[in-house]
Each structure stands twice: as structure tokens, then as C-alpha cells.
Nanobody
Framework: VQLQASGGGLAQAGDSLKLSCALSQRTGSRIAMGWFRQAPGKEREFVAAIRWPGDNIYYADSVKGRFTISRDNRAATVFLQMNDLKPEDTAIYYC???????????????????WGQGTQVTVSS
């Protein structure tokens, strides 16, 4: 199982970026995919996640109202639309996938067995 993240880059405060994460293969009918980020010197933190079927969606409080997670079921791809970016959003963004993720672990790193390589997002003020 491989995850390919893309879409990161440089932005100014208030700008928008859209990240994509493609899953190479899926096992079973249920998929959970999430976005986490890690800033220099900080621990990896949860950003957003979606599990389907059922479209259970979660967001970190820091991105609610600004970020939107969505998915393309046929392509097993998830997107993270990031609007109104702030300098504190600067981090490496990682996508993750799990096929047995339960709802209570969707906002934690231990809920995901597969991780992508990360894509850098840098927001200047």
C-alpha cells in the first residue's frame, strides 16, 4: 500500500492550497484517510480525517471552518482544501490510511497503518 501526497507549496497568509493523496490499493470496503501535520520541533498533529462508507468526518479545532476534507471513492483519493491559510499552518503535511480504523482513533496517529511521504506547506505572513 502506497500513499502519494501532492499539492503543497508556498503561500501567503489568506491564500488557499489544495492537497491530494492517492491510495495505491485498498483492502475491504471501509477506508479511513487522514491528514496530519508536523511543524519543526513539534509533534505530529491531527488535521482532518474521513472514513467511508458513511462519510464520518473530523477536523482539528485549529482548522475548522478553513479546511475541508473530501474524497473520490473510485480513485481512493482524498483532498484537503485549505483556505485562509495562516503562518501557523506551516508544516509538513502527511496523509495516512487505515482499513480497520475505528472512529475513536481517527484523530490519532495510531489509527492509521499506512503513511505517505509528506508534502511541505509554507505560509508567509
Amino acid at each position: 500500500v502506497q500513499l502519494q501526497a501532492s499539492g503543497g507549496g508556498l503561500a501567503q497568509a489568506g491564500d488557499s492550497l489544495k492537497l491530494s493523496c492517492a491510495l495505491s490499493q485498498r483492502t475491504g470496503s471501509r477506508i479511513a484517510m487522514g491528514w496530519f501535520r508536523q511543524a519543526p520541533g513539534k509533534e505530529r498533529e491531527f488535521v482532518a480525517a474521513i472514513r467511508w462508507p458513511g462519510d464520518n468526518i473530523y477536523y482539528a479545532d485549529s482548522v475548522k471552518g478553513r479546511f475541508t476534507i473530501s474524497r473520490d471513492n473510485r480513485a481512493a483519493t482524498v483532498f484537503l482544501q485549505m483556505n485562509d491559510l495562516k503562518p501557523e499552518d506551516t508544516a509538513i503535511y502527511y496523509c495516512a490510511a487505515g482499513f480497520t480504523t475505528i472512529l475513536s482513533t481517527m484523530t490519532t496517529t495510531r489509527g492509521y497503518a499506512h503513511w505517505g511521504q509528506g508534502t511541505q506547506v509554507t505560509v508567509s505572513s
